[in-house]
């Protein structure tokens, strides 16, 4: 079955940073879409970068646009998510999430596929 098993979370202090990454197994990858969303507290699950694992074409939400970057590594069926200058408005849980649709890339409900979450704390 479909697994995604994200790694890489922590606490950092404010302009450090962090890498994450998400192992997936159980399903055909290049033709699957991958995103990060985050979900702080009280807040909405929101949309943080996605990227097509068959050409890796990405796309970034405005708040990370420059911070933050989305890669995969096809060798090692992992998508990674470097952020850097990290701010406490980025500490939240991040998701990993898989799709095999090419449309809405920023859409939470198109996601089929979730992992467990890893906590990213930012402090100020």
């Known amino acids: 079955q479909v697994q995604l098993v994200e790694s890489g979370g922590g606490l950092v202090q404010a302009g450090g940073s962090l890498r994450l990454s998400c192992a997936a197994s159980g399903f055909t990858f290049r033709n699957y879409f991958m995103a990060w969303f985050r979900q702080a507290p009280g807040k909405e699950r929101e949309f943080v970068a996605a990227?097509?694992?068959?050409?890796?074409?990405?796309r970034h939400a405005d708040s990370v646009e420059g911070r933050f970057t989305i890669s995969r590594d096809i060798t090692k069926n992992t998508v990674y998510l470097q952020m850097n200058s990290l701010n406490p408005e980025d500490t939240a849980v991040y998701y990993c999430?898989?799709?095999?649709?090419?449309?809405?890339?920023?859409?939470?409900?198109?996601?089929?596929?979730w992992g467990q979450g890893t906590q990213v704390t930012v402090s100020s």
């Open positions: 990227i097509s694992w068959s050409d890796g074409v990405s």
């Open positions: 999430a898989a799709k095999n649709s090419p449309t809405k890339w920023t859409n939470r409900e198109e996601y089929r596929y």
